[in-house]
């Protein structure tokens, strides 16, 4: 310790620094000569005396090799070295037979310096987040962050914001579009409510509404062709039942002066009916002449009876008429104000959508344009790295050495697009 510190004085700031990045260089180097076999590690067992003797051999979930001389072996948590000296501890002075092609059976008595012990697989790293293809890799030695995202397809930028901004701006200009469309509409048929309501403060569509491929005038052209085919249709009631009160009311007077001469003539016809029943109860007037004179008198108070009738239910029906010519203005005018609360409703809904759309297509398009150039990514880097205190996180770059098992997390965030996201939103 004293001559570190004695040796570090001595050095320059230059030297200090070229020393220190050398050991960090080392650091993972030594960390994988400290190797600890764990489950998932293939190693081959096999004899410099016995070429034939190869054994491929799983560590199980329990830390332990099967082999045909020995049994079951734990080397879970001993170095490659260990695990060698163990396994050829176990082989040592067995024998080991095998035979030829003639059927001669040739026997081996194993030596312990002969075993060789080599790792032929290790534990897979497995690397998450934002790269293209997330997974578990095989690991080799001397292995790289750098070169562990390669294998994964590298950064995916597209993934680490979530949606592809390319299908997303699709789908929002498609429905951007498709909501300019419904309000054009709504705004064509307020117009032609409020005309019908006879609004002046209103005398065509808004100024304000965008005209995509024309679609807004033929909104318009529409909604006037039904407001003219409305008119038409509610002048037409209104004049037919405007001739039939002039027809009730001419036929009215017919009917009074009718009834003028019905009352005339009933009166004449009962004076001529009392003057010869008088005569008849005098013996004047035979009763051939009576009865003639009362059938005169029933025949003039029926008639007069029908016309008054006739005339009331002439009368009924003019007023009858008249209020279905005041209940079409009325009618109408309730309608509209309904329908015309509708839209507006409906409305206010759709501008408040086309906001929210065009708030989102602003953030898609500058995220699809920072997709586009690149842009400046901030990368986070964590490996989780089994201990003996359990996994632990390491804040890494790109050129860090990897251990089997290794758990590599990729984050990446884009400055470039966070930034102009905010700095629209300021503006707004």
């Known amino acids: 310790m004293r001559f570190f510190r004695h040796t570090s004085r001595m050095l320059t700031g230059s030297s200090w620094s070229v020393l220190l990045m050398a050991a960090l260089v080392l650091i993972p180097r030594v960390a994988l000569s400290d190797y600890r076999l764990q489950p ?11 070429p034939d003797f190869k054994e491929h051999a799983p560590i199980g979930v329990e830390g332990e090799v099967g082999l045909p001389l020995s ?5 879970r948590g001993l170095s490659l070295s260990e695990a060698r000296a163990k396994i050829a501890g176990e082989l040592a002075n067995k024998l080991y037979r095998q035979y030829t092609n003639d059927g001669r059976e040739i026997s081996h008595l194993i030596v312990g310096n002969e075993v060789v012990v080599t790792v032929s697989e290790y534990t897979p790293v497995f690397v998450n987040g934002d790269v293209t293809k ?22 995916d930028l597209i993934r680490s914001q979530g949606p592809d901004p390319v299908m997303q701006t699709a789908e929002l200009q498609a429905e951007y579009q498709t909501l300019w469309l419904q ?13 019908e309501l006879r609004d002046k403060s209103i005398v ?5 509404v965008p005209n995509p491929g024309g679609v807004a005038a033929d909104f318009m052209k529409g909604e006037a062709e039904q407001l003219k085919a409305v008119t038409v249709d509610r002048e037409s009631s209104k004049a037919l039942l405007q001739e039939a009160i002039k027809k ?17 003539g009933s009166q004449a016809d009962l004076a001529d009916f009392k003057t010869v029943r008088d005569l008849f109860q005098k013996g004047l007037a035979q009763i051939t002449r009576l009865s003639e004179a009362r059938r005169a008198s029933l025949l003039s108070s029926e008639q007069l009876l029908q016309t008054l009738v006739e005339s009331s239910n002439v009368e009924r029906q003019r007023d009858e008429y008249a209020r279905q010519l005041e209940k079409i203005d009325t009618q109408t005018r ?9 839209t507006n409703l409906h409305l206010a809904e759709l501008t408040a959508r086309l906001k ?6 602003l953030h898609v398009n500058l995220l699809r344009s920072q997709v586009a150039q690149g842009g400046s990514r901030a990368v986070d880097i964590g490996v989780y790295r089994k201990a003996e205190g359990g996994p632990g996180r390491i804040d890494a770059d790109e050129d860090l050495e990897l251990t089997p098992g290794d758990v590599v997390e990729v984050a990446l965030q884009s400055r470039t697009v966070t930034s102009a996201i905010a700095t629209s939103a300021n503006v707004r």
């Open 40 to 50: 998932g590690d293939i190693i081959d067992v096999s004899l410099t005396g016995a």
């Open 71 to 75: 049994g079951q072996i734990k080397v």
């Open 134 to 155: 997330p997974g578990a890799y095989p690991f080799r030695p001397g292995m790289t962050v750098r070169q562990a995202i390669a294998v994964a397809g590298g950064f």
């Open 183 to 195: 309000v054009a509409g709504e705004q064509a048929r307020s117009w032609r409510l409020r005309t």
């Open 204 to 208: 065509g569509a808004d100024n304000t």
């Open 248 to 264: 009730a009311t001419l036929q009215l007077a017919i009917l009074a002066e009718k009834k003028t001469k019905d009352e005339e």
């Open 334 to 342: 309730i309608d509209d104000l309904q329908e015309l609360q509708r």
């Open 356 to 361: 929210s759309t065009s708030d989102r297509l």
